[in-house]
């Protein structure tokens, strides 16, 4: 069973920046795609970011240029760098592992606890 444990949550002023860490347990060998997923009160689950084995990356729109994703294959560690930040980026954000790369959580099998992240106006 693939573990994933996220921090580096927290509140900011619109335009701050924060940056979200996963830490993946065993057997993490078996991923071929990790990525990062937002979820905010009232709205369904969203892609932000995802990169794949090969280090691949795909964004979604609203965070291109902002986002930057990045892992540490020495030690099993997934980033979220989130500069600019906008209110609408209030949400959840949860760290995915699956065996498919996308943006669509269907293809994700494993999940974290999630982390808040709370941007003010």
């Known amino acids: 069973q693939v573990q994933l444990v996220e921090s580096g949550g927290g509140s900011v002023q619109a335009g701050g920046s924060l940056r979200l860490s996963c830490v993946g347990f065993r057997p993490t060998f078996i991923i071929r795609c990790m990525g990062w997923f937002r979820q905010a009160p009232g709205k369904e689950r969203e892609g932000v970011a995802v990169i794949d084995s090969g280090g691949r990356i795909t964004y979604a729109d609203s965070v291109t240029g902002r986002f930057t994703i990045s892992k540490d294959n020495a030690r099993n560690i997934l980033y979220l760098q989130m500069n600019s930040l906008k209110p609408e980026d209030t949400a959840m954000y949860y760290c995915?592992?699956?065996?498919?790369?996308?943006?669509?959580?269907?293809?994700?099998?494993?999940w974290g606890q999630g982390t808040q992240v709370t941007v003010s106006s």
């Open positions: 995915a592992a699956g065996a498919a790369c996308s943006l669509s959580q269907g293809t994700m099998g494993y």
